[in-house]
């Protein structure tokens, strides 16, 4: 069964350090989304992407971070300058169409020091 | 208000008791809504879309009531091996709601 996969599995990083969260999405699929969660909280919704370009992001995804698809199968997350508050588990996930269901990736978890 | 609540739990039921989740949404607009499981420091995974006439797959029924911005999801005969968060999805113009959750522990 297709699956979205996501590397590293965990990232430690320092406060000012830029990440690059990686994703692989399911092939056929055509949307693709981040989410965060930190410990104990809600999945939030971060972005979600389509032909190439952003279709919503929440107030959350502020200059701080982009998302790109840089080749056919790859979709990433940067963060330019963590901060502490950055710490969380990053998901990944993938549809077919835009109000479909959604699949999600096992998830990175961000440690930011 | 939030714009997708749910009940906070935790639920602690007998197994092979019959548990009802519920979940309310704000936003009149939303067009296409999930219930999701998550397990302890997992990621979210489907258990069914939610469909205006009722949908059920095996032990688990979702209902919608877009009238009353209403959702959901019953577990009939429930399992140890249901014991998990379980999470409404809202879905507006690509942008995707998670509630909190309700955790649910099922008792041997």
């Known amino acids: 069964e297709p699956e979205v996969t996501q590397t590293p599995s965990h990232q430690v990083t320092q406060m000012g350090q830029e990440v690059i969260l990686r994703c692989v999405p399911i092939?056929?699929?055509?949307?693709f989304y981040w989410y965060r969660q930190i410990l104990g909280q809600k999945v939030e919704f971060l972005v979600s992407f389509y032909n190439n370009e952003i279709s919503e992001k929440s107030e959350i995804f502020d200059d701080q971070f982009s998302v790109e698809r840089p080749d056919g199968s790859n979709f990433t997350l940067k963060i330019r300058s963590t901060k502490l508050e950055d710490s969380a588990m990053y998901f990944c996930?993938?549809?077919?169409?835009?109000?479909?269901?959604?699949?999600f990736g096992p998830g990175t978890r961000l440690t930011v020091t | 208000r939030k714009e997708v609540e749910q009940d906070p739990g935790p639920f602690n039921v007998p197994e092979g008791a019959t548990v009802a989740f519920n979940c309310t949404y704000s936003n009149s607009a939303s067009q296409s809504f999930f219930w999701y499981r998550q397990d302890c420091r997992k990621e979210p995974k489907l258990l069914m879309s939610v469909y205006s006439s009722g949908n059920e797959d095996g032990r688990f029924t979702a209902q919608l009531n877009r009238a009353s911005q209403y959702i959901s999801l019953l577990i009939r005969d429930s399992k140890l091996s249901d014991s998990a968060t379980y999470l409404c999805?809202?879905?507006?113009?690509?942008?995707?709601?998670f509630g909190k959750g309700t955790r649910l522990h099922i008792l041997p």
């Open positions: 996930a993938s549809s077919l169409r835009d109000t479909y269901e959604q699949y």
């Open positions: 999805v809202v879905n507006r113009d690509d942008k995707i709601i």
């Open positions: 092939s056929n699929h055509l949307y």
